[in-house]
T-cell receptor, first 112, second 115 residues
Framework: KQEVTQIPAALSVPEGENLVLNCSFT??????LQWFRQDPGKGLTSLLL?????REQTSGRLNASLDKSSGRSTLYIAASQPGDSATYLC???????????FGSGTRLSIRP | EAGVAQSPRYKIIEKRQSVAFWCNPI?????LYWYQQILGQGPKLLIQ????????DSQLPKDRFSAERLKGVDSTLKIQPAKLEDSAVYLC?????????????FGPGTRLLVL
């Protein structure tokens, strides 16, 4: 059974710092991996999607990497801003493109 | 383009009562998902529809939860009777074609509190 773990559960850093969020999964036979952002009282927004054949994806200040063999992914946020404060969720496509298993998320707080 | 709509946004009920949630996906999206997100956890898939057919309902507690998507567009999720542990945010998502474009678009969710 696929399990997705995100550590730490919460992180607080000062504005301007670069930071890395971690995600690990137990079964390397994934279809894809996504990083989502969730703001309080709102739904999830997909940030980056990495297909199983890819190693990384970039969007603006965000870079996500995928190492299937070790069962790990990282989300790198450059030059963090207070507006980046949110919960970041990692999710793997498990057996198909449509079935995704979520981690519990990392709650990120950027201090001005 | 309008996003995924859900109503109500908040609901408070007592245990053993029934409750229903409504979801209207993005126009043209054939696949619709209902997730349950308990506080501090990631969303867990309850049921997935492809048009008006069920693709996966393996994690739906069928003794108390039911869902339908009669015309292949909007959907309702019902809980009857509710238990305390059903307190959660219920998220609806839709996707155009999960095999070619796997991105799921999420609605704002319905926050349920069972007392």
């Amino acid at each position: 059974k696929q399990e997705v773990t995100q550590i730490p559960a919460a992180l607080s850093v000062p504005e301007g710092e670069n930071l890395v969020l971690n995600c690990s999964f137990t079964d390397s036979a994934i279809y894809n991996l996504q990083w989502f952002r969730q703001d309080p009282g709102k739904g999830l927004t997909s940030l980056l999607l990495i297909q199983s054949s890819q190693r990384e994806q970039t969007s603006g200040r965000l870079n996500a990497s995928l190492d299937k063999s070790s069962g790990r992914s990282t989300l790198y946020i450059a030059a963090s801003q207070p507006g980046d404060s949110a919960t970041y969720l990692c999710a793997v496509g498990d057996g198909s493109a449509s079935k995704i298993i979520f981690g519990s998320g990392t709650r990120l707080s950027i201090r001005p | 383009e309008a996003g995924v709509a859900q109503s109500p946004r908040y609901k408070i009920i007592e245990k053993r009562q029934s409750v229903a949630f409504w979801c209207n996906p993005i126009s043209g999206h054939a696949t619709l998902y209902w997730y349950q997100q308990i506080l501090g956890q990631g969303p867990k898939l309850l049921i997935q529809f492809q048009n008006n057919g069920v693709v996966d309902d393996s994690q739906l507690p069928k003794d108390r939860f039911s869902a339908e998507r009669l015309k292949g567009v909007d959907s309702t999720l019902k809980i009857q009777p509710a238990k305390l542990e059903d307190s959660a945010v219920y998220l609806c998502a839709s996707s155009l074609d999960p095999t070619s474009v796997p991105t799921q678009y999420f609605g704002p969710g319905t926050r349920l509190l069972v007392l």
